[in-house]
């Protein structure tokens, strides 16, 4: 389980694919700050939240980390389109007594959007990201959202089956400085996890 709150952006510096197979192996470099460098190296067997999905270390380093991913999870999310240098917004695990600072995450991408426009607003910007018609039950105003594994607020949701359905946000510049999401142009690809709680709430309306 993760909150959506980053604790730093490292870069893929090694793609390998696995066999004859479409799985692949990673090899990602963490920042060199805390709290990455307060240990020699992450365990094999953690798990993080790596643009909003969650992989298990199968491989560590004082400087980095390994993961396999799956044709499955290249196929879903926008990993099947990382390269060497690519930036990912990192997250460990969250262990008990941490402080719950966004929301409850999974790090099970349910679909990609993209960024449709970005404005400045004031001292922030807003941003308009597309969603897939089956994930536009789980979006409402006020709720909560992990684009690219960032914790954000819904501001507003519009569009129709037709028009394509779009949900805004506003980031303010602390969080467009320490994630991937400042970089974002429109078009961009994003890894998108609805709210646990509305995906919940909605599977118990299902069964009424």
Request: charged letters at 20%.
């Amino acid at each position: 389980m993760f909150t959506g709150i980053v604790t730093g952006v490292g870069k893929v510096q090694v793609v390998n694919p696995i066999g004859e197979g479409a799985d692949m192996r990673l090899l990602i470099s963490t920042p060199r700050e805390a709290p990455w460098t307060d240990n020699d190296a992450i365990p094999i067997g953690a798990s993080v939240a790596c643009s909003g999905c969650c992989l298990t270390v199968v491989g560590a380093a004082f400087d980095g980390f390994a993961v396999t991913v799956s044709a499955e999870t290249l196929s879903k999310t926008t990993l099947g389109s990382w390269k060497r240098g690519t930036r990912l917004n990192l997250e460990r695990a969250l262990r008990v007594g941490d402080e719950l600072g966004g929301h409850i995450v999974s790090g099970h991408v349910d679909g990609v959007g993209h960024l449709v426009s970005l404005a400045p607003e004031n001292g922030s910007h807003r941003m308009v990201f597309s969603v897939p018609d089956e994930l536009a039950r789980y979006i409402a105003p006020k709720g909560s959202v992990a684009i690219d594994g960032v914790s954000l607020t819904i501001n507003e949701v519009e569009g129709t089956p037709e028009t394509g359905r779009r949900f805004g946000v506003n980031i303010i510049p602390h969080t467009a400085e320490v994630t991937t999401l400042g970089g974002l142009t429109p078009g961009d690809a994003v890894n998108i996890e609805v709210d646990m709680l509305a995906r919940y709430v909605a599977g118990l309306q299902d069964w009424k």
